[in-house]
């Protein structure tokens, strides 16, 4: 009687073992001779899971060499963070700002990859929500001629000679407004006119007693809430050293209070109110931050920010818990001023 062992293998038949069975032969001989095989393929079979799990092992190690070989290639311009300073996708930054009633988008003024990032995130988040749009670089008085160019009935050129447009508004605002004309959105003028900030920085909140009527409609109501412990307006005047008056961050103050009130004055339920103001003005969830929560704290409010590293591999400790999202851009990167 002829006896063969195969072993499977895979899709594999190997041949183990051939041999002559006589009658003759002693059940222990042929267990002897079973057991040899099963031994032999438990061998294998171990061997088998060994290389295959090594070439996993292989695979991965090459991918994340690879990954750090064109993180270095490739040299990206910014990187995302959470609050925490841990790297956060673009798409997962979208889902999540996706379901805020307001997002605060700190930039810095002359950054192109802030700006950029400005105008793509709105038109991603348009596809998901209804948004509409504010800005501090438009004063609460030029109102009328933002809405007249959004409306179609004066040209940019028009806008420009009637409104007072920043020196980087047509490389850096412009698309942001055109896209808002677009779509059909409304895009809201938030700051306090600059000469009433300045008057602030100069005598006070007091200062704005005096104005008229038409005058204090373009800024907060009157008494502005202000807190002088608040860390954005106390580092403010750290970094004076010494030489600012206690006025200056109340001149900041009225700023975010206005800008923190057209918000409020012009959300409505279901929206997404995107704005767009220097990253000071969010930091730490604080400015106009700040505001907005004092007036309305069930609101649902997302902030990005704006930093500048040599390495953007890892986020500074100093910059971590900044704001809800962390651009941090190369420092090398040209400025559009």
Same mark, same amino acid.
């Given at each position: 009687?002829? @006896? ?143 809405? *007249? ?22 490389? *850096? ?109 969010? *930091?730490?969830?604080? @400015? ?43 420092? *090398? ?5």
């Amino acid at each position: 009687m002829i @006896g063969i062992f195969v072993l499977v293998l895979g899709n594999k038949l190997i041949l183990i073992e051939s041999f002559q069975k006589d009658a003759c032969w002693q059940c222990s001989a042929y267990n002897c001779s079973f057991q040899f095989v099963i031994h032999i393929s438990v061998i294998l079979f171990i061997f088998q899971v060994q290389v295959f799990y090594m070439k996993k092992l292989f695979v991965v190690i090459i991918l994340l060499l690879a990954g750090n070989l064109i993180f270095a290639q490739q040299k990206p311009a910014y990187v995302l963070y959470d609050v925490n300073g841990k790297k956060v996708s673009y798409k997962k930054m979208i889902k999540q700002l996706a379901k805020k009633d307001v997002l605060l988008f700190g930039e810095f003024h002359n950054n192109p990859i802030a700006h950029w990032l400005e105008l793509v995130v709105a038109k991603d988040l348009k596809e998901k929500k209804e948004i509409l749009f504010g800005a501090e670089m438009f004063e609460a008085d030029n109102q009328q001629p933002l809405n *007249d160019y959004l409306a179609g009935r004066i040209t940019a050129k028009g806008l420009d000679s009637s409104a007072r447009l920043w020196n980087n508004y047509k490389t *850096d605002y412009a698309p942001i407004v055109n896209f808002a004309k677009e779509i059909k959105a409304p895009f809201i003028a938030t700051n306090i006119p600059r000469r009433y900030a300045a008057l602030v920085s100069k005598k006070g909140f007091e200062s704005l007693d005096t104005l008229s009527a038409l005058e204090k409609s373009w800024m907060a109501p009157l008494p502005m809430d202000y807190d002088s412990t608040l860390p954005g307006y106390v580092n403010m005047l750290k970094m004076m050293g010494g030489h600012g008056s206690a006025n200056m961050p109340k001149a900041q103050a009225s700023k975010d209070a206005t800008m923190a009130y057209f918000i409020l004055q012009n959300l409505k339920p279901g929206t997404l109110f995107i704005h767009y103001n220097g990253s000071y003005h969010s *930091d730490n969830f604080d @400015g106009i931050n700040w505001y907005l929560k004092r007036k309305r704290p069930e609101l649902n409010i997302a902030t990005i920010s704006t930093v500048s590293q040599k390495n953007i591999k890892e986020l500074l400790a100093e910059n971590k818990g900044k704001a809800d999202f962390i651009i941090c851009v190369d420092e *090398d990167m040209t400025n559009t001023y």
